[in-house]
């Protein structure tokens, strides 16, 4: 099970923090990734890490976007910052790749 969190409306420029509890043991998946869909659009990763830690992000939010896992507490992180409109959709965690389960996820909604 894949349980998104954190979502909400927010002003431009403000910032969230996105949880994702997995059920088990997340250290299982080689990587774990965020992924956003906006309405009428694909479903793309937003940033991935690696069990080794190793990060990557898409162009659109490197530099304002940090993902962090917690292997204790089976968790993903998303923290988001300086968002903007075009950051608007429903958030995704899942491995990566990804398992056919995505879960219900959570709507970030950017807008004054």
């Known amino acids: 099970q894949l349980q998104a969190s954190g979502g909400g409306l927010v002003q431009p420029g403000g910032s969230l923090r996105l949880s994702c509890a997995v059920s088990?043991?997340?250290?299982?998946?080689?990587?774990m990734a965020w992924y956003r869909q906006a309405s009428g659009e694909q479903r793309d990763v937003v940033a991935y890490?690696?069990?080794?830690?190793?990060?990557h992000y898409a162009d659109a939010v490197k530099g304002r976007f940090f993902i962090s896992i917690d292997n204790a507490k089976n968790s993903l992180y998303l923290q988001m910052n300086s968002l903007s409109p075009e950051d608007t959709a429903t958030y995704y965690c899942?491995?990566?790749?990804?398992?056919?389960?995505w879960g219900q996820g959570t709507q970030v909604t950017v807008s004054s």
């Open positions: 899942n491995s990566l790749p990804a398992m056919n389960y």
């Open positions: 088990g043991s997340i250290s299982r998946f080689s990587a």
């Open positions: 890490i690696s069990k080794f830690g190793t990060t």
